[in-house]
């Protein structure tokens, strides 16, 4: 049975709810599969100079919560090589802020685009602190039709959990306007909490924590395809992250 690699871009730790979450919800995503996966953690500070090579060796991506993080630049160098590879890509919490930030500065030239967190004095906030910091909070959102998050979930109202205490400034979204980077989910207030790329593979980041379903013992659907858009990668490209 074929092995498919996932690096995991954060900084582990054990005390991080979310990081002991994901190679759980990694785990129950593959149970059927016909191949199995390995997740590796990648420490940003490691990515802001690890050889392409070393990156060239995964099959698939996965930003995860935690931040901020030791290297902002080594994330966000990693991101920019799963989009430009079209290697999939999941970002969730922090990943879903820095997957945001990423796209605006490589893609939109928006080099100023930063994080509040990192940088309160950010020229242009992209990402900034929410009203009110949701701890472990289950909210409602709206899925856009025809989206590829829509079309995994099967609807367009879910429910999900959040923990996280900065997201997207809406002020910014029209920075966004016709571009490949598309807002696909909405809150009930509004806020921007799900984005993906229309002209990838599988790029999808979210503001919430679909990982957290897996302490509980349950699949969630969006880790589910994202595994599957992995294994398509690992048939498609067999040396591409894989070991017999």
């Not at 899925?143 to 809406?170: D, H, M, S, W």
């Amino acid at each position: 049975m074929p092995v498919y690699r996932i690096g995991l871009i954060g900084d582990f730790d054990p005390q991080v709810v979310a990081h002991r979450a994901i190679p759980l919800a990694l785990e129950l995503a593959a149970s059927d599969c016909a191949f199995s996966i390995s997740a590796d953690w990648m420490p940003t500070e490691y990515l802001r100079a690890a050889p392409e090579k070393v990156l060239e060796a995964f099959a698939g991506f996965w930003c995860v919560p935690g931040s901020p993080y030791r290297d902002m630049d080594g994330a966000l160098r990693t991101i920019r090589f799963a989009r430009e590879t079209r290697c999939p890509f999941l970002g969730t919490c922090g990943g879903f802020q820095h997957a945001v930030i990423e796209y605006a500065r490589s893609v939109l030239g928006l080099t100023n685009a930063d994080h509040m967190e990192s940088n309160p004095d950010a020229e242009l906030p992209l990402i900034t602190a929410l009203a009110c910091r949701l701890e472990a909070t289950t909210g409602r959102l709206i899925l856009q039709p025809g989206t590829k998050v829509a079309q995994i979930y099967g609807t367009t109202e879910i429910e999900e959990i959040y923990n996280c205490g900065f997201g997207f400034n809406r002020g910014c979204a029209q920075l966004f306007d016709n571009s490949p980077m598309r807002i696909s989910g909405l809150d009930q207030d509004g806020e921007i909490r799900v984005i993906e790329l229309f002209d990838h593979p599988f790029f999808v980041a979210t503001q919430y924590q679909p990982e957290r379903r897996a302490l509980e013992g349950k699949r969630h659907p969006l880790v589910t395809a994202f595994v599957s858009a992995v294994g398509q990668v690992g048939v498609e490209q067999p040396c591409a992250g894989s070991s017999a």
